[in-house]
């Protein structure tokens, strides 16, 4: 069974920061990551997405992701903080069963 | 171009009554999902169902019923509605079949429960 775990509940940063935020998962077998963003009062909606292939995954709206298997890691980065990425951010790991388990959540603020 | 949708967005219940949360999707996909979101809690699975007539288990079963007799629909069911049910819940869809799965899912906007 796979399971995610996000470190930090909530995370604020400045305009025109860096946004990181942390992923941990554990799987039995190689994991498909996915990170998902999910803006007030809507459903969630895909950011990134790592399968196979290249660890360094880019996502919609300025986002990235690496996979780091030694580290059980796929962290979430956006150099550059804008005030539309407030939002709360889930990381997902599916190990092909269909089933996608997620994390807690980690809610984004943006200062001005 | 509908995606997922997801009716009624709010319900209000008493303990005790019964409702049918109904998700339908236009996107002719295999699988279907009811997640339920909790704060500090994420998304958590309550069944799925990877194609016409089948359903399964998830995370948190207990309470809940499901039925998929059309692919497009998939059907959430309380029996019996608890306080512990209050919830946001959240169907989603992803295609694929065996061997091409990706696992990326599309959401609904989701169904706000209330049980008093």
């Known amino acids: 069974a796979q399971s995610v775990t996000q470190l930090g509940s909530h995370v604020s940063v400045s305009e025109g920061a860096l946004v990181l935020l942390r992923c941990n998962y554990s799987?039995?077998?190689?994991?498909?990551l996915f990170w998902y963003v999910q803006y007030p009062n809507q459903g969630l909606q895909l950011l990134l997405k790592?399968?196979?292939?290249?660890?360094l995954v880019k996502g919609i709206n300025g986002f990235e992701a690496e996979f780091k298997k030694s580290e059980t890691s796929f962290h979430l980065t956006k150099p550059s903080a804008h005030m539309s990425d407030a939002a709360e951010y889930f990381c997902?790991?599916?190990?092909?069963?269909?089933?996608?388990?997620f994390g807690a959540g980690t809610t984004v603020t943006v200062r001005a | 171009n509908a995606g997922v949708t997801q009716t009624p967005k709010f319900r209000v219940l008493k303990t005790g009554q019964s409702m049918t949360l109904l998700c339908a999707q236009d996107m002719n996909h295999e699988y279907m999902y009811w997640y339920r979101q909790d704060p500090g809690m994420g998304l958590r699975l309550i069944h799925y169902?990877?194609?016409?007539?089948?359903?399964a288990k998830g995370e948190v079963p207990d309470g809940y019923n499901v039925s998929r007799l059309k692919k497009q629909n998939f059907l959430l069911g309380l029996e019996s509605a608890a306080p512990s049910q209050t919830s946001v819940y959240f169907c989603?869809?992803?295609?694929?079949?065996?061997?091409?799965?990706?696992?990326?899912?599309?959401f609904g906007e989701g169904s706000r429960l209330t049980v008093l």
């Open positions: 989603a869809s992803s295609y694929g079949t065996s061997g091409s799965y990706t696992g990326e899912l599309f």
């Open positions: 997902a790991v599916s190990d092909g069963d269909y089933k996608l388990s």
């Open positions: 790592y399968t196979t292939g290249a660890t």
């Open positions: 799987s039995s077998v190689p994991p498909y």
């Open positions: 169902s990877v194609g016409e007539g089948t359903t």
